[in-house]
T-cell receptor, first 113, second 115 residues
Framework: DAGVIQSPRHEVTEMGQEVTLRCKPI?????LFWYRQTMMRGLELLIYFNNNVPIDDSGMPEDRFSAKMPNASFSTLKIQPSEPRDSAVYFC???????????FGPGTRLTVL | KQEVTQIPAALSVPEGENLVLNCSFT??????LQWFRQDPGKGLTSLLL?????REQTSGRLNASLDKSSGRSTLYIAASQPGDSATYLC??????????????FGKGTLLTVNP
């Protein structure tokens, strides 16, 4: 398996623009997670899905953030409108079952100017 | 609210030395604990996962132990090599039942192994 795939790897955009991050989990994994990593706050869970259903989105910082999982092999995290404080590395991870290892993608480094 | 602390924040050792990284958590009701490694500019690589019923896990030169009652885990690295240089993170999942699956991370320990 190719592991968790994320695109793009780097994104530079201007404040106010819409940003869409994409993730393809490992085939057969039931859980998908979106994390954000910054120097100040470390790694934070934004939202996670189980069998394509959002389970907990309490980590989503604002209404500007939204996430979808239309099928078992694809998820998106959208920021609209983007702000400079959204600059961070966004990771997607997946897991086979609850309690199993989480496998992370390479991340998307987002810079909002 | 679960809090995970890793001490030290940074560690520098000469090649060949055995070392221990520490992780502590405030709520002992955990489902499991996972250790990760992160190289600069890269994603996280899973190293070891310890279920709450286990006391340790081993993989090659790595050994992770878990003491739930004291809220502590250690990652032991034997015969360290320069390639082990990275940030090591521990994370816990609460044992709150249902579908709660929030992984709480520590801030990590930055390890440098000098040749």
């Amino acid at each position: 398996d190719a592991g968790v795939i994320q695109s793009p790897r780097h994104e530079v955009t201007e404040m106010g623009q819409e940003v869409t991050l994409r993730c393809k989990p490992i085939s057969g994994h039931d859980y998908l997670f979106w994390y954000r990593q910054t120097m100040m706050r470390g790694l934070e869970l934004l939202i996670y899905f189980n069998n394509n259903v959002p389970i907990d989105d309490s980590g989503m910082p604002e209404d500007r953030f939204s996430a979808k999982m239309p099928n078992a092999s694809f998820s998106t995290l959208k920021i609209q409108p983007s702000e400079p404080r959204d600059s961070a590395v966004y990771f997607c991870a997946s897991s086979f079952r609850r309690g199993h290892e989480q496998f992370f993608g390479p991340g998307t480094r987002l810079t909002v100017l | 609210k679960q809090e995970v602390t890793q001490i030290p924040a940074a560690l520098s050792v000469p090649e060949g030395e055995n070392l221990v990284l520490n992780c502590s958590f405030t709520d002992s009701a955990i489902y499991n604990l996972q250790w990760f490694r992160q190289d600069p500019g890269k994603g996280l690589t899973s190293l070891l996962l310890i279920q709450s019923s286990q006391r340790e896990q081993t993989s090659g030169r790595l050994n992770a132990s878990l003491d739930k009652s004291s809220g502590r885990s250690t990652l032991y690295i034997a015969a360290s090599q320069p390639g082990d240089s990275a940030t090591y993170l521990c994370a816990v999942i609460p044992n709150s039942g249902g579908s709660n699956y929030k992984l709480t991370f520590g801030k990590g320990t930055l390890l440098t192994v000098n040749p």
